[in-house]
């Protein structure tokens, strides 16, 4: 697993995660009390190896830190969020 920490690239409306010089993101859009992930990408001579779940609970922990719920708007999310229950509570 990356040692580098999930980031917020508000400006971009991302998550974004460093590994190995290449970038990992979920794409996002903004509800008044919600964040939807609309896409999550990571660099295919990354695949395989966890990266996106790292970004997304890296992703999911920011989210709880603002205050706000989730919303899956990609399958990734979705599949993740069944398998975390630990996340319940951000369910939008």
């Known amino acids: ?52 779940s790292e970004l997304v609970h890296g992703a999911l922990q920011l989210i709880r830190a603002d205050g706000l719920k989730v919303i899956a708007g990609c399958g990734f999310v979705g599949d993740y969020l069944r398998k975390h229950p630990e996340f319940a509570d951000l369910a939008g």
């Open 1 to 52: 697993m990356a040692a580098a920490s999930v980031r917020d690239n508000k400006a971009q409306s991302r998550f974004e995660l460093d590994v190995e010089g290449t970038l990992a993101f979920a794409d996002y859009r903004l509800t008044p009390s919600a964040v939807v992930i609309t896409h999550t990408e990571t660099p295919r001579a990354l695949r395989g190896r966890g990266i996106a």
